[in-house]
């Protein structure tokens, strides 16, 4: 039961990374993001991916990096959830090798939940960024920082997909 948990979490994982590296085209839709879930990952599908987002009802109006960042709220909830459960079952828990699985599940998910706001935080970042730049567009001049803007952008990219390597 609860290595089946932990493999859920890790795919879980990967989406929401997948959705942060994604959200650099922006103005798409609910239905454009779960297609294109649906496409990279067959084993989570597109009805999955609507339900998902069903936990949060600002996802139905969202952007890409919007969706983003609900998809991080959502999976962080339910880390958290986890990890209440998981400290519950390890309370009353007698056999001792079922008790050390579940131990391993409990740092996975504190993992979890910590790599979960940093990519929450990652996102935040690389938004500002693309509003910074945007800033520029508007006015119709040549941003004097693209170069950095669009340096950071990759770092910032590097640092999420080696996150993700982590599972
Ligand atoms: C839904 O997502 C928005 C935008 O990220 C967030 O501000 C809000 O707290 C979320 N609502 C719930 C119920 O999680």
């Known amino acids: 039961m609860a290595r089946r948990h932990c493999q859920a979490l890790s795919c879980c994982l990967v989406v929401v990374l997948l959705f942060i590296l994604a959200s650099s085209s922006s103005a798409s839709t609910l239905e454009h ?3 294109y879930v649906a496409t990279t990952r067959k084993d989570i599908g597109y009805d999955y991916c609507i339900k998902f987002f069903q936990a949060n009802k600002t996802s139905a109006a969202a952007d890409n990096r919007g969706l ?12 958290s959830d986890t990890l209440k459960r998981i400290d519950t079952l390890l309370a009353s828990e007698k056999d001792k090798k079922i008790h050390a699985r579940l131990s391993d599940c409990r740092v996975l998910y504190s993992a979890a939940v910590n790599l979960l706001e940093v990519a929450a935080n990652l ?6 960024t693309y509003t910074c730049e945007n800033g520029f567009r508007v006015l119709g001049v040549t941003s004097p920082l693209a170069a950095e803007d669009a340096r950071f952008l990759k770092d910032c990219s590097i640092a999420l997909i080696i996150t993700s390597t982590f599972w």
């Open 123 to 128: 996102n935040a970042v690389v938004s500002d």
């Open 68 to 79: 983003g960042v609900i998809a991080t709220q959502i999976s962080r909830a339910a880390a």
């Open 33 to 35: 993001m779960c297609k």
